[in-house]
């Protein structure tokens, strides 16, 4: 999620009840010790001890790496900055990030995440968890248990499993099966991941992996609001409707409102075309609202534009998911 969940958007999505932790986007970890600076830049919420939302859902730093020594060391510093719980990607499917040796690149070789964890864990011992994410595998899926068992006897936590393979990248289907099969083989707790894009989703991906619990990714930004609804439908057997376009709107105009303040108002347009295009995918009036403002360059006319009604849609409103 490089580039897309940064503080704002984190803050944004926690409000409403339904998350119970949040990730940074991932600190790149080469071959030296970085200094504080980036990591207060990639978790702001740093500010608040431990790290949290303003709203107080736990912020976990992500770290993005292949060599040990190199992880460890940031580990030492980022436990010296106050980070409370430190998260090992070996999912990202980027080719960048794997032509550098990074993410998916790891799991070629289940001793590479072993050693990754291990050092991690090795260097801030008991003072936080130690937590991975990992797919089923690079080109397939031959050593998903091996991978999984190395990140568990490495000192992982906790494990989320993207339900595919870094050659499958975010194809459907997510093999949500596959999660059960690796969450037999270990002791830890594993979440399931991958493709979690509605109330019906988040049963089958449940029922399928028999995890407790989910990560939402993408699903978050298509629909925000799919995580209070599970988290309703759990408390009261309660099935909301779909997320209105408007309160879409309300939530895009306040991301604007907040990345003003800090960024060109160039950037700002493209990052709130970037989530509107993240919302078109799943909905009808979000992709025709996508298609009328693609070209728009100035913000306060994006940010109008958001408030009318698609010409080819009428006063059309959202499907329940």
Not at 87 to 94: E, I, Q, S
Not at 119 to 130: D, I, K, Q, Y
């Amino acid at each position: 999620m490089e580039g897309v969940i940064d503080a704002v958007t984190r803050d944004l999505l926690t409000r409403q009840p339904g998350f119970d932790w949040t990730v940074t986007e991932f600190v790149r970890v080469v071959d030296a010790r970085l200094p504080p600076r980036v990591y207060y830049k990639t978790c702001p919420e740093l500010a608040l001890q431990p790290a949290r939302t303003p709203s107080g859902v736990p912020v976990h730093l992500q770290l993005l790496g292949s060599d040990p020594a190199a992880l460890a060391a940031n580990a030492r510093q980022a436990l010296q900055l106050g980070v409370s719980s430190i998260d090992l990607n070996f999912g990202c499917p980027a080719k960048l990030v794997n032509r550098h040796d990074g993410g998916a690149s790891l799991l070629r070789d289940p001793r590479r995440v072993h050693a990754a964890v291990a050092a991690v864990h090795g260097a801030v011992g008991h003072a936080m968890p130690v937590t991975a994410k990992i797919r089923l595998g690079f080109s397939d899926r031959r050593l998903a248990i091996a991978c999984a068992r190395a990140a568990e006897q490495g000192g992982a936590t906790q494990l989320v499993v993207h339900a595919r393979t870094r050659d499958e990248g975010y194809r459907p289907p997510a093999h949500w099966e596959w999660i059960g099969h690796i969450r037999r083989h270990l002791s830890i707790p594993v979440v399931a991941n991958g493709d979690i894009w509605s109330l019906e989703d988040y049963w089958k991906a449940r029922t399928l992996s028999g995890c407790r619990d989910v990560m939402l990714g993408r699903g978050a930004l298509a629909d925000p609001w799919l995580a209070p609804r599970i988290h309703h439908w759990l408390a009261t057997g309660e099935r909301l409707t779909g997320t209105s376009w408007q309160a879409r709107a309300a939530l895009l105009t306040a991301y604007a409102a907040t990345q003003r303040e800090k960024l060109q108002a160039r950037v700002v347009v493209s990052l709130v075309k970037q989530w509107l295009n993240q919302m078109r995918h799943r909905d009808a009036v979000a992709a025709q609202h996508f298609e009328e403002l693609k070209r728009i360059t100035d913000l306060d006319a994006l940010l109008a534009g958001l408030e009318t009604t698609p010409t080819a849609l009428g006063q059309k409103t959202c499907e329940p998911a």
